[in-house]
């Protein structure tokens, strides 16, 4: 009777603990969003949100720096996805030499804990100077898969993994090729997986501000996509930094991360319709 006793206290406490985890984790989240919701909506507006920075006027416009982000976030996610996505199904599906494939974990697990700063100065010598595509968002862009690619190559790796082996077994037993199968049945059993470390990466692209102070500038000049890449910008955290550290505009700061919070917003939807399309295909 006493052990029993004993045993429901703890399974109380345990409950009690990890109920005031959820309610603390949940409350910072919610006064994060509720402050910077109050400070920044109301420095919002349609010239804010359409027009771009006048020096001469001293008027502030954040057009040039949305497009910068989502020009960086474009061709970002272009080149790291086939990339990425490649490497996974190649270490998963047709490596065969378990040392190399083990290198190769361990090397991303390295660049994944690399600070982002240290990217921005690689990218800077390499990309900027080496390949003399100086300061631009294509610099900036390039940084930022080298710096994602290990999340997603991870990520993907471990859904296709999990992807259960009669599968496999049941397509090579139909005459399928290797191919046919992982293009055919692999890919879409793990494409939850997918999906989410394309989130992750979206997500750490949208935040970056550090590499890309090194690589794609902090200018907030208007282009067209084409131009804009070649060119220097500003994204939206650069943007963010210069008006509450150099600028001393903290409202103006306040603003641009309800702006990065709404993107985020729109990635993770877009995301999850990606994923209930290709569910509806596989189930239809």
């Known amino acids: 009777m006493r052990w029993e006793t004993t045993r429901n206290f703890k399974q109380a406490a345990w409950k009690a603990l990890m109920l005031v985890s959820a309610l603390i984790t949940c409350s910072i989240l919610v006064f994060m969003i509720g402050y910077v919701l109050g400070q920044g909506v109301k420095g919002l507006s349609i010239d804010f949100l359409t027009t771009k920075p006048s020096y001469l006027t001293e008027h502030i416009g954040i057009l040039p720096d949305i497009l910068n982000t989502v020009y960086i976030?474009?061709?970002a996610i272009a080149v790291l996805l086939p990339l990425g996505v490649g490497a996974a199904v190649y270490l998963s599906e047709y490596a065969k030499n378990d040392k190399v494939v083990r290198v190769i974990d361990y090397a991303a697990d390295i660049l994944s804990g690399i600070p982002s700063i240290i990217y921005g100065l690689v990218g800077?010598?390499?990309f900027c100077q080496f390949l003399r595509m100086e300061t631009s968002l294509l610099a900036g862009a390039l940084t930022l898969v080298i710096m994602n690619l290990p999340t997603l190559m991870r990520t993907t790796r471990e859904s296709l993994l999990s992807v259960a082996k009669g599968l496999r077994e049941?397509?090579?037993?139909?005459?399928?090729s290797k191919w046919r199968v992982v293009r055919s049945i692999v890919i879409p059993e793990c494409l939850d997986g997918m999906i989410t470390g394309c989130i992750l990466s979206a997500g750490?692209?949208?935040?970056?501000?550090a590499a890309l102070l090194f690589t794609a500038g902090f200018a907030h000049t208007l282009h067209g996509f084409f131009d804009g890449i070649t060119n220097a910008g500003a994204t939206l955290t650069v943007a963010l930094y210069v008006?509450?550290?150099?600028?001393?505009?903290?409202?103006v700061a306040f603003s641009i991360a309800v702006i990065l919070m709404l993107l985020a917003v729109i990635?993770?939807?877009?995301?999850?319709?990606?994923?209930?399309v290709f569910k509806r295909k596989k189930e239809g």
């Open 170 to 176: 049941g397509g090579y037993g139909l005459g399928a």
């Open 267 to 276: 990635v993770n939807m877009s995301a999850e319709i990606v994923k209930a």
């Open 243 to 251: 008006y509450a550290k150099e600028q001393g505009e903290f409202q």
């Open 124 to 126: 800077m010598l390499f």
């Open 73 to 75: 976030l474009v061709v």
């Open 204 to 209: 750490r692209i949208l935040g970056e501000s």
